[in-house]
T-cell receptor, first 119, second 117 residues
Framework: EAGVTQFPSHSVIEKGQTVTLRCDPI?????LYWYRRVMGKEIKFLLH????????ESGMPNNRFLAERTGGTYSTLKVQPAELEDSGVYFC?????????????????FGPGTRLLVL | AQKITQTQPGMFVQEKEAVTLDCTYD???????LFWYKQPSSGEMIFLIY??????QNATEGRYSLNFQKARKSANLVISASQLGDSAMYFC??????????????FGAGTILRVKS
């Protein structure tokens, strides 16, 4: 079974440019999460999709970030315009979630991350 | 708010020895889950082990075990018979309750483990 995949693995852009990150969850997983680790800090939650619906976007830092999951399969996270402080590693995770992701024991499986550097 | 504390920024262990990575948590919820993930230098996050707050037995998965002390709010990871391939960053994470929204993970800062030959 294929795991969570993310594209690109690395991205280097200039401040003010736009970048779109893509995540393909494990097939059949309804729940999709985005997390971010900024240099030197903890991994932080950004948002959670259940199928194509945004269940929780409380971690999105500001309106420069836009996440979509059309059709409930893959997801994209767009940063527009990118700022220096957006640099970090962006992780995607998925879980099976018949409970809508609400079971405390439901394991989230992570992708390899996208390393974003904004210059 | 939830909080996960990993007090060990880095640890060394001799190959074939056991090592304990510390994790304490803070929550007012009765129902929660604790997870450990491994992040090798290649960057992917690998799920290792899970402990539920109502589980009476400590979780074990192969060489990994979780020393769960509920009263102390600690969930330390024990790796037995360390191997060179265990060298990685290790993250402790928690999910609380069954809130209105899906339950995100809250992570600790991580512990870098280096296994010496």
């Amino acid at each position: 079974e294929a795991g969570v995949t993310q594209f690109p693995s690395h991205s280097v852009i200039e401040k003010g440019q736009t970048v779109t990150l893509r995540c393909d969850p494990i097939s059949g997983h309804d729940n999709l999460y985005w997390y971010r680790r900024v240099m030197g800090k903890e991994i932080k939650f950004l948002l959670h999709f259940v199928k194509e619906s945004k269940q929780d976007e409380s971690g999105m830092p500001n309106n420069r970030f836009l996440a979509e999951r059309t059709g409930g399969t893959y997801s994209t996270l767009k940063v527009q315009p990118a700022e220096l402080e957006d640099s970090g590693v962006y992780f995607c995770a998925s879980s099976q979630g018949a409970s809508g992701g609400r079971s405390v024991g439901e394991t989230q499986y992570f992708g390899p991350g996208t390393r974003l550097l904004v210059l | 708010a939830q909080k996960i504390t990993q007090t060990q920024p880095g640890m060394f262990v001799q190959e074939k020895e056991a090592v304990t990575l510390d994790c304490t948590y803070d929550t007012s919820d009765q129902s929660y889950g604790l997870f450990w993930y491994k992040q090798p230098s290649s960057g992917e996050m690998i799920f290792l082990i899970y402990q539920g707050s109502y589980d009476e037995q400590n979780a074990t998965e192969g060489r990994y075990s979780l020393n769960f002390q509920k009263a102390r709010k600690s969930a330390n990871l024990v790796i037995s018979a360390s191997q060179l391939g265990d060298s990685a960053m290790y993250f402790c994470a928690m999910r609380e309750g069954q809130g209105e929204y899906g339950n995100k993970l809250v992570f600790g800062a991580g512990t870098i483990l280096r296994v010496k030959s």
